[in-house]
């Protein structure tokens, strides 16, 4: 029988009573095999991006044995904007979203139906003198700047959002000097960025190294590299910012929004959503408490939050309408924030309701 390189065992007879065993295993030794130079580096690069990403994320800065405590009442007066800040470990447009629930529940300003959409929203500036934060601050002078005769309309609301770079600013810079976060974000987000980024490209570069050894399992390889790339880039994005006194300040917060998380599965009834819904938003958990709010609204619960109860019982399409077109205007736009596609079953399981 012939010698052949096309099956993994092949056999030659050289004479009629020598057998000479010939092996091959071309889908191991060739280039363009299941384990050839192509696919093994492969391996070895995600394996070092696994590594160098898992170093970065245990250096973090952490507290020691610390324990979260779960309740549903804040654990000190601290204003949304900043509590929000710290339980996520970042700072987001969810952020800025409660500076303004804040002001409205100060007075400040007040939410009312849009006179040329009825079932939207316009914001009415009423009292500046009530702002006694930065941020605050920074925010009202925004929504002057924006407002005709006082009045923000919802097409306006709508665009504000493009324009709260000033805002976000103010609190990061009130964030830092506080101590509580990395003045450099990227500095935070470098040993995650870079080797995704070269996990990507490598996986990239398995197309071209497909078409020079003509097999299609140099894709493999590059499948494996190019989704640890993704994930490491994934880790590096919700990375948290925070410094080790930000960890310090953030613990009771985070428990906070754990204690609510299990106040909200509970049902109806079990917190005070007067007091809690600007951390809600704040933390960006307001989409999954929609369910709740629904349920609190079809028992009469009317929201300090989004205006005084008298006018509010008056809207004609009901605060909770009015609640979702505000929040649709202002929803944030960071990718940190980013959801799923609406109606999606992941987005539906991590929100617990849809918008």
Known sequence: MPASTDIPYSFSRSVPDNFEFVATYPLLTSPGSILGPLNILAILASLA??????????????????????????????????????????ISD?????????LIR????????????????????LDRSVVSDPVESSLMSLLEHRAVDGVINFRTLNGLRKEWGNVRRTLEREMVDAGWINPSALQTRLPFVLPGALGLLLAA???????????????????????????VLVAGNIMPHTTKAGEEAALPWRGFRSGLIIARDQGHGTLDLDGAFPYIVS?????????????????????????????VQEWPEGWHTYWIAFHTALGPTDPANTTAPSGSPWRRSLTGGRF
């Open 94 to 102: 969810n952020q800025i979203e409660a500076a303004i629930l804040e």
């Open 205 to 231: 570069a398995t197309i071209p190294g497909a078409f020079l050894v003509s097999s299609g399992w140099p894709l493999l390889g590059g499948a494996l590299v190019g989704f640890v790339g993704s994930s």
């Open 106 to 125: 100060k007075r400040s300003l007040e939410i009312e139906p849009d006179h040329q959409q009825r079932d939207k929203v316009q914001i009415r500036i």
């Open 283 to 311: 933390m960006g958990m307001a989409p999954g408490f929609n369910r709740y709010l629904r349920r609190a609204s079809q028992s009469g619960y009317i929201p300090e939050w989004i205006g005084p109860r008298p006018l």
């Open 49 to 90: 991006i696994v590594f160098i990403a898992w170093r970065a994320w245990r250096a973090r800065p952490r507290v020691e044995n610390g324990q979260e405590s779960h309740t549903t009442i804040p654990p000190d007066d601290l204003h949304p904007a900043y509590a929000g800040a710290l339980a996520s470990g970042r």
